[in-house]
Every structure is written in structure tokens, then in C-alpha cells.
T-cell receptor, first 113, second 114 residues
Framework: DAKTTQPPSMDCAEGRAANLPCNHSTISGNEYVYWYRQIHSQGPQYIIHGLKNNETNEMASLIITEDRKSSTLILPHATLRDTAVYYCIVRFAGGTSYGKLTFGQGTILTVHP | DTGVSQDPRHKITKRGQNVTFRCDPISEHNRLYWYRQTLGQGPEFLTYFQNEAQLEKSRLLSDRFSAERPKGSFSTLEIQRTEQGDSAMYLC????????????FGSGTRLTVV
């Protein structure tokens, strides 16, 4: 699976948009970009995923660059409850190992009042 | 759908003892995964099952670790002769098969070996 690079930490003011970047310059054509988050003492929570196109759901938006080498997770109106570790993961979409998610260190997002 | 359940939530054991954790996945999910997470690190993959078949095991899963998923429903993770280095959060997740499905994680079992 391709390696991802994320900033170790970011801050955001409550009510503002949080934009979390992820670099995955070695991504291949059959790899998805997944985002998860983990709030303290809980299991990781699925947020969103995409292959080529931008995606939006009730939690967030995912913007993938045209060359697919980087992406941005957008939380449009961050709240204090969005304080968590955010993981960007590239997931192979074929073969017997495609089920496995490989987590990195993630970005610690802190939302301030 | 009550999500993924893990039992117990916390376990304290003495070094050298055996421990067993249980995971109940979402009922229609045929894939089940075990991860381990230590403080300040992201979760590390241990093993996964599709139905009752164990399809992949990490080299992190030493011979003291064994996982089962009889009948393709709940799963157990056993650690024999526990060591202090086994202290971690053990996470279980389930999903439908296919890369277009996200995982649903449980809240984990926190193991402390004293």
C-alpha cells in the first residue's frame, strides 16, 4: 500500500472549516483514499473515501487532486467534538490483501472554542 | 444493528497468564479484523477473517497469539503467556468484503499486563 504523509498536528477555531491535508505521491490507479478519525479512548471511525472524484457525505468532503497525489479532508463547520486524530489511508483495491487498512501516525486536530 | 461489540473493555492480568478477548461483529459483515494499538501510535494490523477463514496474519502475531472465528460469526483473540509488551488496546473491526466498504470498529479491549 502507498505511504501517506500528514502533518502531526493542526488547530482550528470552532465553527470554521478544518482542512486536513494528506500527501500520497506514490498512489497507484487501483488504490482508494480513506479517512478515519479516532477520538480519545474510542475505536477509529470511518469518515469518507474516494478513488478519483471528490466526495461529500454528512460528515465531511474529500477533495482529491487531479493527479491523485494528494487529498484534503474538509470538515465544513468544526465543533469541539471533532477534536481527534485523523488518519489518511491508501487502500489497495485488489488481491487477497485488499481488506487491510494500514494506519500511520495521523494528524491530531484540536478544535478551540 | 448494535455495532461491533468487544468484551471485556478492560483486562488486567499478571505476566504469564493467558487472556482471551471476544469480538461480535455486525451480523451481515463477512470480514472481521483484529488490530493492536499502543499509546501514541496508530492501530497495527494483526489478522483478518473472511467468514470463518483466516486469510492473513501479520508477523506481529507471534505464536503466543491465536485468533479464531468459528462459524463465521464472533471471533476470539487469545494471548498465551502474556508479557508486559502485550499491554495495548486490542481493536476489532468488521466490514463487508470489497474495497468500497469502510470498516466499523469496536471500542476495543484495553489490556494491562502487570
Amino acid at each position: 500500500d502507498a505511504k501517506t504523509t500528514q502533518p502531526p498536528s493542526m488547530d482550528c477555531a470552532e465553527g470554521r472549516a478544518a482542512n486536513l491535508p494528506c500527501n500520497h505521491s506514490t498512489i497507484s490507479g487501483n488504490e482508494y483514499v480513506y479517512w478515519y478519525r479516532q477520538i480519545h479512548s474510542q475505536g477509529p471511525q470511518y469518515i469518507i473515501h474516494g478513488l478519483k472524484n471528490n466526495e461529500t457525505n454528512e460528515m465531511a468532503s474529500l477533495i482529491i487532486t487531479e493527479d491523485r497525489k494528494s487529498s484534503t479532508l474538509i470538515l465544513p463547520h468544526a465543533t469541539l467534538r471533532d477534536t481527534a486524530v485523523y488518519y489518511c489511508i491508501v487502500r489497495f483495491a485488489g488481491g487477497t490483501s485488499y481488506g487491510k487498512l494500514t494506519f500511520g501516525q495521523g494528524t491530531i486536530l484540536t478544535v478551540h472554542p | 444493528d448494535t455495532g461491533v461489540s468487544q468484551d471485556p473493555r478492560h483486562k488486567i492480568t499478571k505476566r504469564g497468564q493467558n487472556v482471551t478477548f471476544r469480538c461480535d461483529p455486525i451480523s451481515e459483515h463477512n470480514r472481521l479484523y483484529w488490530y493492536r494499538q499502543t499509546l501514541g501510535q496508530g492501530p497495527e494490523f494483526l489478522t483478518y477473517f473472511q467468514n470463518e477463514a483466516q486469510l492473513e496474519k501479520s508477523r506481529l502475531l507471534s505464536d503466543r497469539f491465536s485468533a479464531e472465528r468459528p462459524k463465521g460469526s464472533f471471533s476470539t483473540l487469545e494471548i498465551q503467556r502474556t508479557e508486559q509488551g502485550d499491554s495495548a488496546m486490542y481493536l476489532c473491526a468488521s466490514s463487508l468484503a470489497g474495497p468500497n466498504y469502510g470498516y466499523t470498529f469496536g471500542s476495543g479491549t484495553r489490556l494491562t499486563v502487570v
